[in-house]
């Protein structure tokens, strides 16, 4: 097989499996809906969305924090059953402990205490002044004895490899055309 050929097939390759990769991954209980982001709590979806003020054009984020600071957290319930139920949200450091009382306690950097929201729409703000590894928690609890829980893991002023198909689009067109000139070297030098 010629250079030329690897270096079209490996092109071909990398554009594929750029197109399939995906700059931002649902994590956890969180998914990606079009323009939104949306938490599924038990049966029902509760939309989501971080701003941080200052930021200027503002601009809302799903998953990772980009700076230090202010952070407003806001919550929209999709469905009318839910502002009957208290809803609250926590902020955990990942540490990578287990799930118990204490050590969620000891891990816990902020939190809103459940409560009910007639309107359907809640929000806290945190102020983040160290970057690490996150989790925020939204629990539901209901009249009934649900008891639902959401959890997404975030990062805060930690640089993602967001552009990575890009980057390996680049890396595949180097390659293809080191290839190529070193076939075209090759082919000049037999001919001499």
Known sequence: ??????AQSL??????????????????????DKDSCVLAVGPEL???AGYQPGDAPPRKFCEDVPRLGETIFVFDYAAP???EMKAGFRILRQTGE??????????????????IYPKGTFSFTHVFTQPGDFV?????DGSAGEHWTARFPFSVAKRRFELSPFFLIGAAGLLALFLFASGKFETNRRRR
């Open 1 to 6: 097989m010629s250079s030329r050929a690897i």
């Open 11 to 32: 092109l071909l390759t990398t554009l594929v499996a750029a197109s399939a990769a995906s700059p931002a991954i649902a994590r956890g209980d969180l998914l990606s």
């Open 46 to 48: 509760i939309y989501f």
């Open 81 to 83: 059953e839910l502002r």
């Open 98 to 115: 287990s799930d118990e009382p204490s050590d969620r306690e000891a891990a816990t950097a902020a939190s809103l205490a459940p409560q």
């Open 136 to 140: 925020g928690v939204v629990t539901i």
